[in-house]
């Protein structure tokens, strides 16, 4: 295993220690400070063949995406079984693979970031963690802290989607549900943290959610035989998914995992409900701006202002992908597509990339034989009442 050689900030390019808990970079001088990204010493490693080191690893008692261990930190897991979920060739697109998320513990792919950054909590010690959600990453990081005997304080809007409020209930979790926006239960984690002796656990604000989510590129890219695809389309609120993939790639060209310079095109799929990176994609702005009265039953993808935006934006430039917005109508259109001629159940965020896939395919940006993987970051069965309300599907009353 490669040990840690120091935390990268995103913006400054400062090196700082990985010893203690660190959350931004503390020497940013200007703000937002950058986040800070896990930079290890591969010098050993890059000798040896994936398939070998990988194979030794997931032959142990490594499963799920604690297999990608030698390129992860040095750590006793606390794992539920996350990671290695099923790449589903679909039944009527040619190229299109769907990567099944909803697989995970906790019904969403939130559960690799957030059994990382528990991990390292509790490898460091930590004993509060906090966080603002969407919704999915509450309920991963209520899971996890009861699996490491960790207290969770869980933030997020009072209308989401209700599994959310109840598996964060069941985990035994501090809940709050707050009358806004993900952006408003920030500001209260933001608040009351250091009174509380909270450690902050927000998207992109500490460093390891990101290593959890990367290992959906290694294993993408072992899965489809150690080849990229031409393009892979995520969901983006936050982007932690799309930065973390990202990383993996050039880890993977590093090591020689992969064959370098033709990495996927990164397509940035939001609701027309809350678009923020697209508009800001459409407008060639490095960083968004607040989008205003966010409303999308894809609640994942309620983020107004993500805090590394201007790092997906980067990546989504660099990589010659692209940002596009699809409605709630198209989402729940995909939804029933899938769920009838598939027999797969989405998420509304995973909807919204059949959504937009079918879109490119049709003005012809991509080909029916293009590879592409299509991320459902979610399990359908977790979103039933939001869904079944989008649907105006009522359970019928008792005769
Ligand atoms: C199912 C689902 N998909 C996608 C997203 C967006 O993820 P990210 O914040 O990594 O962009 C979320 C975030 O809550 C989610 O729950
Ligand atoms: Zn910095």
């Given at each position: 295993?490669?040990?840690?050689?120091?935390?990268?900030?995103?913006?400054?390019?400062?090196?700082i220690s990985a010893a203690t808990p660190q959350t931004v970079c503390p020497q940013c001088t200007t703000q937002p400070a950058g986040s800070l990204f896990v930079r290890y010493d591969f010098t050993e490693l890059k000798e040896k063949k994936a398939n070998d080191v990988i194979a030794k690893d997931a032959a142990g008692p490594w499963?799920?995406?604690?297999?990608?261990?030698?390129?992860?930190?040095?750590v006793v897991p606390v794992t539920l079984g996350e990671g290695w979920t099923p790449m589903l060739k679909s039944g009527r697109h040619r190229g299109a693979y769907l990567k099944e998320e909803g697989a995970n513990p906790t019904g969403t792919f939130k559960a690799r970031g957030l059994a990382m950054a528990v991990t390292m909590a509790k490898h460091y010690g930590l004993r509060k963690l906090a966080v603002p959600s969407a919704g999915n990453a509450a309920g991963a990081l209520a899971a996890y802290a009861a699996a490491a005997g960790i207290e969770a304080h869980i933030f997020m809007p009072l209308d989401v989607p209700f599994a959310n409020y109840v598996e964060a209930i069941a985990y035994g979790a501090h809940v709050e549900l707050v009358n806004g926006l993900i952006s408003d239960c920030a500001r209260m984690v933001q608040e009351r943290k250091q009174q509380e002796g909270w450690f902050d656990i927000s998207t992109l604000k500490e460093p390891f959610r990101v290593e959890g989510k990367k290992t959906m590129g290694y294993e993408l890219v072992e899965q489809l035989g150690?080849?990229?695809?031409d393009a892979v389309f995520y969901p983006t609120g936050g982007g932690v998914g799309l930065i973390g993939m990202w990383k993996a790639f050039e880890e993977m060209e590093e090591l020689g995992w992969v064959q370098p310079g033709k990495p996927p095109k990164m397509i940035?799929?939001?609701?027309?409900?809350?678009?923020?990176?697209?508009?800001?994609?459409?407008?060639?702005?490095?960083?968004?701006?607040?989008?205003?009265?966010?409303?999308?039953f894809?609640?994942?993808?309620?983020?107004?202002?993500?805090?590394?935006?201007?790092?997906?934006?980067?990546?989504?430039?660099?990589?010659?992908?692209?940002?596009?917005?699809?409605?709630?109508?198209?989402?729940?259109?995909?939804?029933?597509?899938?769920?009838?001629?598939?027999?797969?159940?989405?998420?509304?965020?995973?909807?919204?990339?059949?959504?937009?896939?079918?879109?490119?395919?049709?003005?012809?940006?991509?080909?029916?034989?293009?590879?592409?993987?299509?991320?459902?970051?979610?399990?359908?069965?977790?979103y039933t009442d939001v869904t079944a309300e989008a649907m105006e599907l009522k359970r019928p009353a008792a005769q």
């Amino acid at each position: 295993m490669p040990p840690i050689a120091y935390l990268e900030c995103s913006r400054c390019h400062a090196h700082i220690s990985a010893a203690t808990p660190q959350t931004v970079c503390p020497q940013c001088t200007t703000q937002p400070a950058g986040s800070l990204f896990v930079r290890y010493d591969f010098t050993e490693l890059k000798e040896k063949k994936a398939n070998d080191v990988i194979a030794k690893d997931a032959a142990g008692p490594w499963v799920g995406m604690w297999r990608y261990r030698s390129v992860l930190p040095e750590v006793v897991p606390v794992t539920l079984g996350e990671g290695w979920t099923p790449m589903l060739k679909s039944g009527r697109h040619r190229g299109a693979y769907l990567k099944e998320e909803g697989a995970n513990p906790t019904g969403t792919f939130k559960a690799r970031g957030l059994a990382m950054a528990v991990t390292m909590a509790k490898h460091y010690g930590l004993r509060k963690l906090a966080v603002p959600s969407a919704g999915n990453a509450a309920g991963a990081l209520a899971a996890y802290a009861a699996a490491a005997g960790i207290e969770a304080h869980i933030f997020m809007p009072l209308d989401v989607p209700f599994a959310n409020y109840v598996e964060a209930i069941a985990y035994g979790a501090h809940v709050e549900l707050v009358n806004g926006l993900i952006s408003d239960c920030a500001r209260m984690v933001q608040e009351r943290k250091q009174q509380e002796g909270w450690f902050d656990i927000s998207t992109l604000k500490e460093p390891f959610r990101v290593e959890g989510k990367k290992t959906m590129g290694y294993e993408l890219v072992e899965q489809l035989g150690w080849e990229y695809p031409d393009a892979v389309f995520y969901p983006t609120g936050g982007g932690v998914g799309l930065i973390g993939m990202w990383k993996a790639f050039e880890e993977m060209e590093e090591l020689g995992w992969v064959q370098p310079g033709k990495p996927p095109k990164m397509i940035a799929v939001q609701s027309s409900g809350c678009a923020p990176v697209v508009r800001a994609y459409d407008e060639g702005a490095q960083a968004s701006v607040m989008w205003k009265d966010a409303a999308t039953f894809a609640s994942g993808l309620r983020v107004p202002k993500p805090y590394g935006d201007a790092i997906i934006l980067d990546i989504v430039r660099a990589s010659d992908g692209l940002a596009m917005a699809v409605s709630d109508d198209e989402i729940l259109a995909s939804i029933l597509d899938w769920a009838r001629n598939e027999g797969i159940f989405l998420s509304p965020e995973g909807a919204s990339v059949t959504a937009a896939y079918d879109k490119l395919i049709a003005n012809g940006y991509l080909e029916p034989s293009d590879r592409v993987v299509l991320f459902n970051t979610g399990a359908g069965l977790k979103y039933t009442d939001v869904t079944a309300e989008a649907m105006e599907l009522k359970r019928p009353a008792a005769q």
